[in-house]
């Protein structure tokens, strides 16, 4: 059987991906510590929060265990934001990146068509839970990625790196 929603899946994380990695690749490693505004995000955090959030993905997908749990209290959703300094370094927390997307890559290549329908390995509460099913977990990692993607941006363009 043809997985073809399950690849299209597939097709979109590998864009998505190099689209994060061309807007992050614009930004050097001090331009990281570029706040959003005043006491908002910065490059060092949102890097590491992308690391922590598609670290999770496995879990949801019911295919792996999280590589970073040491990145969880630091970067994780409701995280006091700290100055860059008291993080990993930008080498680091790219290192970490691309190992987690090479696991994700992993993932969605054995993804089913038929598994996408299938409760996420963390549902507790199939009425209450907000992702559900497999396939919502990816239309909300998919999202959230742009989302900081497009925060990443913003530091570009703050830079003066900006091709646009």
């Known amino acids: 059987m043809e997985n073809i929603l399950s690849r299209q899946f597939q ?10 990695n061309g807007t992050m690749g614009q ?4 331009e990281f510590e570029m706040e959003l505004s005043p006491g908002k995000n910065h490059g060092v955090w949102l890097l590491g ?3 922590t959030s598609d670290d999770d993905f496995s879990m949801f997908m019911g295919k792996g265990e999280v590589m970073f749990p040491q990145y969880c209290e630091m970067f994780g959703q409701g995280s006091k934001l700290l100055p860059p300094e008291n993080y990993p370094t930008v080498s680091e927390l790219k290192d970490a990146w691309n190992k987690v997307c090479d696991k994700n890559r992993k993932i969605y290549s054995e993804l089913t068509d038929d598994e996408l329908q ?6 507790k509460d199939h009425e209450k839970d907000y992702y559900k099913t497999k396939d919502r977990v990816i239309m909300a990692w ?5 989302y900081h993607t497009g925060q990443f941006g913003i530091l570009v363009s703050r830079s003066g790196n900006s091709k646009y």
């Open 11 to 20: 097709r979109q994380h590998e864009m998505i991906i190099e689209w994060v």
């Open 27 to 30: 930004l050097s490693d001090d």
């Open 49 to 51: 929060h992308l690391v």
């Open 118 to 123: 299938q409760p996420h390995a963390l549902v």
């Open 142 to 146: 998919h999202l959230h990625q742009l």
